[in-house]
């Protein structure tokens, strides 16, 4: 081999090695890097393992206490339902009482005109009896009804059941008592069906 070859060659096993530079460093340095990449490359593995370890099983529901939840559940049901139903009773019997009521109120004006035709003086007999005999049934039907009427006359003035439309003055008269009677009040069990229209002394 000639001369300027040999050195060619030379040259060429130095590029060779400067191009994989040695590891700088101390020893302990060049360990610790190389123990940090032994480190990284197990990390996987260990979190594999961990992930193939079987999952802890949900405990199972207690039997008692959920008898003890759908018992409550179906007792606070049954509490609303009753409620509802006695509510809705209440409803129905006060509609009721109200229509009843209004219904009855209407016929008073033929109550008032048995009155008037009864305060009037005739001579025939018969025609009287006929009109007493409808006054006879007329009231009897309404107590059947529950409809009762308000005592006025001679009572002291109550402004729960009585309108008056009149005032005197009467020494003879207790303070507030009732003197006259216009009209007639009604009532039905509790509740006023009518106001009686009365004149108050005092």
């Not at 050195?7 to 191009?19: D, L, N, P």
């Not at 209004?102 to 008073?108: A, P, W």
């Amino acid at each position: 081999m000639s001369k300027d070859k040999k050195q060619a060659a030379a040259q060429g096993q130095q590029e060779e090695v400067k191009e994989t530079p040695a590891p700088q460093g101390t020893a302990e340095e060049i360990k610790s890097e190389t123990e940090a990449e032994e480190v990284k490359t197990e990390a996987p593995k260990a979190e594999e393992t961990k992930s193939e370890e079987p999952k802890a099983e949900d405990p199972k529901p207690d039997p008692t206490a959920e008898y003890a939840a759908l018992n409550d559940k179906y007792l606070r049901l049954c509490a609303e339902y009753d409620n509802f139903r006695k509510r809705s009773q209440k409803e129905k019997d006060s509609l009721y009482a109200d229509i009843k009521a209004e219904t009855l109120k209407k016929f008073l004006p033929v109550y008032d005109n048995l009155v008037r035709a009864l305060d009037q003086s005739t001579e025939d007999e018969a025609y009287r009896r006929g009109v007493e005999m409808i006054m006879t049934q007329f009231n009897t039907t309404m107590e059947k009804l529950g409809v009762t009427e308000i005592e006025s006359l001679g009572q002291k003035f109550d402004p729960a059941f009585h309108n008056a439309v009149m005032h005197v003055e009467d020494a003879e008269k207790g303070e507030n008592e009732i003197v006259e009677v216009f009209q007639k009040g009604f009532l039905m069990g509790d509740k006023v069906i009518r106001f009686a229209m009365v004149k108050v002394a005092n």
